[in-house]
T-cell receptor
């Protein structure tokens, strides 16, 4: 157990629907990152939150949004889903100096859009 | 834009057959280079961070090295349980703290 908790582990939904993925970071970590991993691509950075504020945006579609709550858990909202959104979505957290600025990843949410 | 290229894409080795994985990178001021291991359907697991050229780190059968343009992950006398995808990522000094990942090397160790 990495200490980063993601729910649900699996999600199957239809095109056009909206889903919410949830992430609880490691205790004490203020930063949360969301990544998307599809079969033909590596890990693609979506967005970072730090202590409740958006800090950086990557290749995140306008149909996707995220937020980080006062208790530091984060949610990634995916709407108007398309078949191409099927992927593994990972959350990671970091605590600055710990582990040399690297991240700790959760076990991911596998999203299947049918 | 930061870029990471890993080679080979896939590597099959006999148990005990040592080899190296390559990670070439371009980044605007390297803050750190990271190696992760990922098993199918699971999240990446942190292995090493390297900060400056010439640095080396070891963990069991794995050793990571760093130059100004690339990093190598050396695997000595691998076992079947070392089979996984190995990911390399870089973090730049300037801007946000995101990691830019390569697409990984899928390593298979045959008993």
């Amino acid at each position: 157990d990495s200490g980063v908790t993601q729910t649900p582990k699996h999600l199957i939904t239809a095109t056009g629907q909206r889903v919410t993925l949830r992430c609880s970071p490691r205790s004490g970590d203020l930063s949360v990152y969301w990544y998307q991993q599809s079969l033909d691509q590596g890990l693609q950075f979506l967005i970072q939150y730090y202590n409740g504020e958006e800090r950086a945006k990557g290749n995140i579609l306008e149909r996707f949004s995220a937020q980080q709550f006062p208790d530091l858990h984060s949610e990634l909202n995916l709407s108007s889903l398309e078949l191409g959104d099927s992927a593994l979505y990972f959350c990671a957290s970091s605590g600055g100096d710990r582990e040399g600025y690297g991240y700790t990843f959760g076990s991911g949410t596998r999203l299947t859009v049918v | 834009e930061d870029q990471v290229t890993q080679s080979p894409e896939a590597l099959r080795l006999q148990e005990g057959e040592s080899s190296s994985l390559n990670c070439s990178y371009t980044v605007s001021g390297l803050r750190g280079l990271f190696w992760y291991r990922q098993d199918p359907g699971k999240g990446p697991e942190f292995l090493f961070t390297l900060y400056s050229a010439g640095e080396e780190k070891e963990k069991e059968r794995l050793k990571a090295t760093l130059t100004k343009k690339e990093s190598f992950l050396h695997i000595t006398a691998p076992k079947p349980e070392d089979s996984a995808t190995y990911l390399c990522a870089v973090q730049a000094h300037f801007g946000n703290e995101k990691l830019t990942f390569g697409t990984g090397t899928r390593l298979t160790i045959i008993p």
